[in-house]
Structure formats: structure tokens, C-alpha cells
């Protein structure tokens, strides 16, 4: 912990620094390990997620918010995702799992979340790339810049998973039978 409190200068974003590690440690280690299944690699996701988390410690305002927890959720998984992709690539190890569900959201990010109306139930119900694109985008008020950053993606392609994004929603939206407007 001493070398990501060296990254910040701020003596307020230090503490917030140390209780978002004391509180969400043990989760992103959790997520890491069920996408890498080797505990070395999850090690590495989850320190790399503390790196984008440091760059990112600005965005965060309440640190056991329901908002937080997602947030730290979807840096996990998809570092971890982007760290089995590069180990799967590479040929460093045999894959253990190609099961496309390795990837699919935890239930239990979403279970203590209310669904306040059916825009949000349509969001959650699309595929990955999209529902982080979305909830780093409206619900955490990232520029598409910073979300490429974070997910380690081109802005391009963050723009483009918006409005593809956008089109799967409106057709999930059109399915639960809710009136869209164009």
C-alpha cells in the first residue's frame, strides 16, 4: 500500500485512498480470481485496478456507495478480463475456461440495487462492453476520453460502444415493451 500512497499527493486522497483498499480488497481479489482462476495473475489484476482507481480517486465522493462498489467492480473485471485476453494471446498458460459466462456480471453487484425504472432494467440486461461503456458514461459522469483510459480502449471505440449501445437498448427496451422515442 506504501508504493500507491507514494502516487498521491493530496493528504485527504490518501485516507479515501486507504479506505477504498481496506474496503474493497477482498472483493476485487474475489472478481479477479473467479476471471483469471490463478491467484498470481489475480494479484496483478487487482493491483493494476488500484493504479486506474489512483488516476481515477477524484471521481469517487462517498467510498460505501452502491455507486463506489460498481465502480471498483467494473475496473476488476475488465482489468482482469484485458490480463486473461493478453495470457490467452501470449500462449503463457493453457486456457482453463473459454465459457463466455466467465464474463457475464456477478448477480451480486446488482442484487441490493433497486431498479428505479425500466431504462436501468434494460441497461443491465445489455451484453458487457456496452453496460460498462454505459454506467462508467452515465452513472459515474466519465468522459469518453477518461473511460478509455480506464478500460484501456480507444475513445473511438468508447463513442461506438455508446451508440451501439444505445441501439441494443432501445431493441431490449422495445422487447419489455416499453414506448421509446426516437
Known sequence: MILFLSLIDDEYEKIKFKDIYNTYKKMMFYIAQKILKDEHDAHDAVQESFFKIIRNIDKINDINSLKTKGFICIIVKNTSIDIYRKLKRKNEREVLYEDESLFETES?????????????????????????VFLLKYSQGLSNKEIGNLLDIKESTVRIRILRGKEKLKEI??????????
Open 108 to 132: 451480486y453487484e446488482y442484487d441490493e440495487i433497486e431498479m428505479a425504472n425500466e431504462i436501468e432494467m434494460g441497461i443491465l440486461k445489455l451484453p458487457e462492453k456496452y453496460k460498462s
Open 173 to 182: 427496451l422495445e422487447q419489455m415493451g416499453v414506448a421509446v422515442n426516437e
